[in-house]
């Protein structure tokens, strides 16, 4: 990731747009502190979409869910029996 001061990414705003177009990344910073980042809608849906499945994993693995399933799908087998 590529840092930019505002005063740069003012002045070389078309430039670094067509630059996150190909997939680069900017973080504007102002006076040395970032302040915002620079990316495609891609990216962003890309890590949201990343985040959430991160986050669905990690509650499954916190509740037994699968043993309950596997259970009520045992039950619902022996009662077709």
């Keep these: ?8 990414l003012k002045t070389h ?11 680069e990344e900017f973080l504007v910073t102002n006076r040395g502190n970032p ?4 990316t495609s809608p891609e990216e ?3 890590r949201e979409e990343g985040l959430f499945f991160s986050e669905l ?8 869910l699968a043993d309950d399933i596997n259970s009520l799908k045992d039950m619902i087998n022996e009662g077709r029996k």
């Design 13 to 23: 705003l078309s430039e670094m747009i067509g630059r996150v177009q190909n997939g």
């Design 57 to 64: 994993n990690s509650m499954l693995q916190k509740t037994p």
């Design 1 to 8: 990731m590529i840092e930019v001061g505002i005063f740069d």
């Design 44 to 46: 962003i849906k890309h």
């Design 35 to 38: 302040v915002a980042l620079l």
